[in-house]
């Protein structure tokens, strides 16, 4: 069964972090998310081309959520506009998904939801932040903290992994 979920941001050309709520996922927060990864994954022109070429990783997995592992933010008109996945690993958060909706994207979205993993992983006693980012997000990591520790081959080419303590 396929659920068919629409959501527009058309009713603001801003938003404000200030409006941004950064809660714990639910299951019905799933479409959205869907939606946020979908769209997110396919506005960098350089990964178009791979993702469609392989539709199934347009698919978000619902197992990290079902696990209490993802973040959303929620702005003020209550539309889901970017999320957060993170994992456990030894001393650190490994940050599995960072997605913002592409419509508000450079707002803030995605430095409250970096800055929202740093918290948690205080509250939880952890060292650091670790990811392995897309080099077309390398500016958005060093403009929130993250260091480049050197580069690694992932499915679609290569990526970087980078930390950044708490």
């Known amino acids: 069964m396929a659920i068919i979920f629409t959501l527009t941001l058309d ?17 019905a927060d799933m479409p959205a ?4 990864y979908r769209r997110a994954s396919l506005s960098n022109e350089g990964d178009r081309p791979h993702l469609l070429a392989r539709p199934d990783t347009l698919v978000l997995s619902d197992r990290a959520l079902h696990e209490g592992r993802t973040r959303v933010a929620v702005s003020a008109d209550g539309d889901v506009v970017g999320f957060l996945t993170v994992d456990t690993a030894g001393d650190a958060f490994e940050v ?8 508000v994207m450079r707002q803030g979205v995605g430095r409250q939801l970096a800055q929202d993993a740093v918290q948690l992983a205080v509250h939880r006693g952890l060292a650091r932040l670790e990811v392995t980012g897309n080099p077309h ?30």
């Open 137 to 166: 997000a390398l500016a958005f990591y060093l403009n929130v903290g993250f260091v480049v520790d050197h580069e690694v081959d992932t499915p679609f080419g290569t990526g970087l992994r980078m930390h950044r303590g708490v």
């Open 96 to 103: 599995e998904d960072l997605f913002v909706d592409p419509d």
């Open 11 to 27: 009713k603001c050309d801003a938003i404000s972090v200030a409006d941004v709520e950064v809660r714990w996922a639910t299951l």
């Open 33 to 36: 998310l869907q939606r946020v």
